[in-house]
């Protein structure tokens, strides 16, 4: 006790230093504080270490394209899933609702036909609606039946793939306009920077800013942090849950639409593990299951890890497999961390 | 001291299914007075305040704010008339930090809807160096690293912020030690001393006598007695605790009743 009330004054002068440094900056301390700087340093680590062992390979323009690229779909979801953490929630339907979007989307350009960009929006925008409406679904029967998230989601998880199944009799749709396979599919900008990664980053920086800066950001980690408080302050918890999970719906169905224009398929059976992705690349991001805690720029690191991993074992050779078991063991170390830093937290 | 009752309750009664919480309750405190309500445990307090708060509405009686008759249907009714209550399990985010905690749900926002964290964590400054809260090293820790006394002056804080007239402090040093205890204290009597209407809940004779210059004693959900703290004891207040004679003649003082 006595060690928190006093205080030497040049210890002070040290402190007003430092809160007046947060004051200059505020957005870019609270992004870079906390343990996305460390798993940022684990990134650049193996980056490192790949560059080292096979450089001609491993650090190209192709490369980075290919390790981007390959991650921009998981991005999408996984940064919808950090506001699903943040409030303490889960959602485990994600891989399930972007089939049933990307299902759904490619029927409705079929039944539009043609090649234009008119047929593209529509696609989009039938892919958006589909995902918010699981989301809304999972929303509602999480804050106003009060089913566990676990179970709300695990149940729309079948039931959203189930019923992809049902729209396709279990065969993958194939009918995407090329335009939108050339373009956002497998476009680049300048021939350089492919579509996909730029819509990925441009999600997850506009979703940085709505998580770091703004209210609605605000009430998510105040609603994970403490339900009763937030109900308390006057939020309306209830109706802000829903938006969270519409938010995640809305983002798997948009990560369905780009998987379509990347694949020129629906890849029904390629998404059954998205969900565990997504979690584990937020989790590894540093957020917390417990809510309250986390960042964006945290699950940007958490989503190339894995991506990096595996682009690098197979360059240099390593039995990809090992992928899994990197990954394993970065999760474990990352949810060890989140641990330590509570215990360090409570203890005074 | 001003002496006419900012906020006044006149025959107050709650029930709850055949439990009479609350029966023919006056209650009043004034501008820079700290109230110091009491009683047993059942005694109903918790209920009394709540009434105020808005979160139970009562049965009969009325509710009177600078004088003009007002109902309070919610705690944003309490809240727009200056009402605030830091409720003994605080309510606050663990997570979020000091800045962040105070300004909860009312947050200031810049043209482009973005929080504008300069001004707020100003502001959350300005109003922790009036209570004189010096405890408190950074206002961007985070309130899961605060002790109980800095967390309780946090929601105090956060309370008094928002030009509030009336606040209520639910059993505010009931978790604490001795020297958090004192901490919490000093500021409840500087919140008097600034002109705020204090009413201070609380089980523990030894700070409401160190504090507050009136006691309302509750018992059974009547009030038996009303002192001025300076010419009581704390034998007269344990009498009026756990003895006070119930008056079950609706609109009779309770305080004539006993002295």
Redesign the interface.
């Known amino acids: 006790m006595s060690s928190t009330t006093e205080q030497e004054p040049e210890h002070g002068d040290v402190l007003v230093a430092q809160v007046e440094e947060q004051l200059r900056a505020p957005a870019w301390t609270r992004l870079l504080t906390g343990s996305s700087t460390f798993i940022g340093l684990i990134l650049v680590g193996l980056i490192v270490v790949f560059s080292i062992l096979s450089y001609t390979n491993f650090v190209s323009a192709s490369n980075a394209r290919n390790v981007a690229t390959d991650a921009a779909v998981l991005l999408v979801v996984a940064v919808g899933m950090t506001f699903v953490i943040v409030t303490a929630g889960i959602d485990l339907s994600v891989g399930s609702v972007l089939v049933f979007a990307g299902v759904v989307a490619a029927r409705a350009m079929h039944a539009v036909g043609g090649n234009s960009w008119g047929t593209i929006i529509v696609g989009l925008l039938v892919a958006l609606g589909c995902g918010l409406g699981w989301g809304v679904i999972n929303g509602f029967l999480i804050s106003k039946a009060k089913v566990p998230a676990l179970i709300v989601t695990l149940g729309t998880f079948g039931m959203a793939l189930g019923f992809a199944l049902l729209i396709t009799g279990g065969v993958d749709e194939r009918s995407v306009p090329f335009k939108l396979v050339d373009t956002i599919g497998t476009g680049r900008v300048g021939n350089q920077v492919p579509y996909l990664v730029i819509i990925a980053f441009a999600v997850a920086a506009v979703f940085a800013v709505l998580l770091h800066a703004t209210r609605f950001g605000r009430y998510t980690f105040a609603i994970g942090s403490n339900e009763e408080a937030a109900r308390r302050a006057g939020i309306r918890v209830d109706r802000h849950l829903i938006k969270v999970y519409a938010l995640m719906g809305m983002l798997s169905g948009l990560a369905g639409f780009l998987s379509l224009a990347r694949f020129s398929t629906t890849t029904i059976g390629g998404h059954s593990t998205d969900n565990l992705q997504a979690i584990a690349a937020v989790v590894i991001g540093g957020t917390s299951l417990f809510g309250g805690v986390g960042t964006l720029l945290g699950t940007i690191f958490g989503v190339f890890i894995p991506a990096v991993l595996q682009n690098g074992f197979v360059i240099v050779g390593v039995q990809p497999f090992w992928q899994q078991v990197a990954v394993g063991a970065v999760l474990i170390l990352a949810v060890y961390l989140d641990q330590l830093r509570r215990r360090s937290e409570y203890q005074r | 001291m001003n002496d006419s009752p900012i906020l006044e309750l006149r025959g107050v009664s709650k029930a709850f299914g055949a439990v009479q919480a609350l029966y023919e309750v006056d209650f009043h405190v004034a501008a820079g007075e700290v109230m110091a309500l009491v009683g047993d445990n059942g005694a109903g307090k918790s209920t009394l305040i709540k009434c105020i708060a808005g979160i139970y509405s009562s049965d009969s009686g009325e509710i009177l704010y600078n004088g003009e008759p007002v109902s309070i249907h919610g705690?944003?009714d309490a809240?727009k008339l200056g009402i605030e209550v830091v409720?003994q399990d605080?309510?606050?985010?663990?997570?979020?930090d000091v800045v962040?905690?105070m300004f909860?749900?009312?947050?200031e926002?810049t043209s482009l809807?973005?929080?504008d964290?300069?001004d707020m964590?100003r502001r959350a400054k300005e109003t922790l160096q009036t209570l004189s809260v010096t405890?408190i090293?950074?206002?961007?820790q985070?309130v899961?690293?605060?002790?109980g006394?800095?967390r309780q002056s946090v929601a105090v804080a956060k309370a008094v912020m928002w030009n509030s007239k009336v606040v209520i402090l639910d059993e505010p040093t009931a978790a604490l030690?001795v020297?958090?205890t004192r901490?919490v204290l000093d500021l409840v009597r500087r919140l008097g001393e600034q002109g705020l209407a204090v009413v201070l809940v609380s089980h523990n004779l030894h700070d409401v006598f160190e504090v507050s210059d009136s006691v309302t004693v509750l018992r059974l959900g009547q009030n038996v007695a009303e002192f001025k703290t300076k010419e009581t004891n704390q034998t007269e207040v344990v009498e009026a605790i756990t003895a006070g004679k119930l008056s079950k003649i609706p609109g009779q003082p309770a305080a004539e009743v006993v002295v």
């Not at chain 2, 605080?90 to 979020?96: E, V, Y």
């Not at chain 2, 899961?144 to 002790?147: D, M, V, Y």
Request: charged share 25%.
């Open positions: 705690p944003k809240a409720y605080l309510a606050l985010a663990d997570n979020l962040q905690n909860l749900g009312r947050e926002t809807r973005r929080l964290e300069v964590e405890t090293r950074s206002v961007r985070t899961a690293g605060l002790s006394g800095q030690g020297a958090q901490q």
